[in-house]
């Protein structure tokens, strides 16, 4: 895969991505992100690796892989996407349960499923479900929400509903990790001074150049949302575009403190609290990676 090179593209410390989206998106004129097939769904693996190189999100599946060694299964993953990490964790030898709100995404992780051998496809499901209604009978041992798919809960309500029924489904001496960005507080409120973002990288199936830019930023401090416009095009060797797509990406952010008084409020303590996927310290403007169990009494 040839991607664009770091001074082109961005990486995730400024940019968040995820997909256990409600495909609902603010300009009723632009597409959700996830919402359906296009461009975007078919370069995400691609995309998704040229931006977590070098970012505080590098690292996230040999997280998960210790952690699910220490916890055993089965094993929930929240918002799965592709496949990305489920599919490591059952070919590790867990059992892996992988639900997500986008049909394209699931079509794209069954895709990786049949990749496994057959004794690794036949340890991992994948199913259409919403994180905030959840319920599948049964619990597990761990429950993982990787690629910051927590922040696609827009609403305050929304974040309870969604932490009501992850603990619902966590078993007694279970961990939840969540994982979300640590805002950068002036790029969360609005400016005059928007720096466009973007970068380049080959389509995996048409061997196509796809340009991808952040064409429209406009930050919501009063509902701690931002909302960004993403364009996709995709070119031939002759310079001619083939097509071009806008879908737009809305996320919720949230501090440390107010994460903590949720976790709280829904009855769950803090087992760990890292900025990065390393074991690091938590650090402004990293990553809030959050290790959850049931309180205690």
């Known amino acids: 895969m040839r991607c664009a090179p770091p001074a082109v593209a961005e990486r995730l410390d400024a940019i968040a991505i995820g997909t256990d989206a409600r495909p609902v998106s603010e300009n009723?004129?632009?597409?959700?992100?996830?919402?359906?097939?296009?461009?975007?769904?078919?370069?995400?693996?691609?995309?998704?690796?040229?931006l977590v190189t070098g970012s505080s999100v590098e690292g996230?599946?040999?997280f998960y892989r210790r952690l699910?060694?220490?916890?055993?299964?089965?094993?929930?993953?929240?918002?799965?996407?592709?496949?990305?990490?489920?599919?490591?964790?059952?070919?590790?030898?867990?059992?892996?349960?992988?639900?997500?709100?986008?049909?394209?995404?699931l079509r794209l992780a069954q895709q990786r499923r049949e990749a496994l051998s057959a004794d690794a496809a036949a340890r991992l499901s994948f199913?259409?479900?919403?994180?905030?209604?959840?319920?599948?009978?049964?619990?597990f041992a761990?429950?993982?929400?990787?690629?910051?798919?927590?922040?696609?809960?827009?609403?305050?309500?929304?974040?309870?509903?969604?932490?009501?029924?992850l603990r619902t489904h966590l078993r007694p001496n279970g961990r939840l990790v969540l994982d979300l960005f640590d805002p950068l507080l002036d790029r969360v409120v609005p400016s005059a001074d928007v720096t466009t973002r973007g970068g380049e990288l080959i389509h995996p199936t048409t061997g196509n150049r796809v340009t991808w830019e952040i064409t429209g930023r406009r930050p919501d401090p009063a509902r701690q949302l931002i909302v960004d416009d993403w364009t996709f095009s995709?070119?031939?060797?002759?310079?001619?575009?083939?097509?071009?797509?806008?879908?737009?990406?809305?996320?919720?952010?949230?501090l440390r403190s107010e994460m903590r008084?949720?976790?709280?409020?829904?009855?769950?303590?803090?087992?760990?609290?890292?900025?990065?996927?390393?074991g690091?310290?938590?650090?402004?403007?990293?990553?809030?990676?959050?290790v959850l169990g049931h309180a205690k009494g």
């Open 28 to 50: 009723r004129k632009l597409r959700a992100f996830y919402e359906a097939d296009s461009l975007h769904t078919e370069i995400y693996d691609a995309l998704g690796a040229s």
């Open 142 to 165: 761990l429950i993982v929400a990787p690629a910051r798919v927590f922040q696609f809960m827009l609403t305050s309500a929304a974040q309870r509903e969604a932490l009501a029924a």
């Open 280 to 290: 690091g310290p938590p650090a402004y403007g990293r990553e809030q990676v959050w």
């Open 60 to 62: 996230d599946t040999d």
């Open 68 to 105: 699910a060694r220490e916890t055993g299964g089965p094993i929930l993953e929240v918002g799965c996407g592709t496949g990305r990490v489920a599919t490591a964790l059952a070919a590790d030898g867990h059992e892996v349960v992988g639900i997500d709100l986008s049909a394209p995404m």
């Open 234 to 254: 995709e070119i031939d060797a002759s310079g001619e575009v083939l097509r071009t797509a806008t879908e737009q990406l809305t996320l919720r952010w949230s």
């Open 127 to 139: 199913h259409l479900a919403d994180m905030t209604t959840l319920d599948l009978g049964r619990d």
């Open 261 to 278: 008084y949720l976790f709280e409020l829904l009855g769950f303590e803090v087992v760990a609290d890292y900025g990065d996927f390393r």
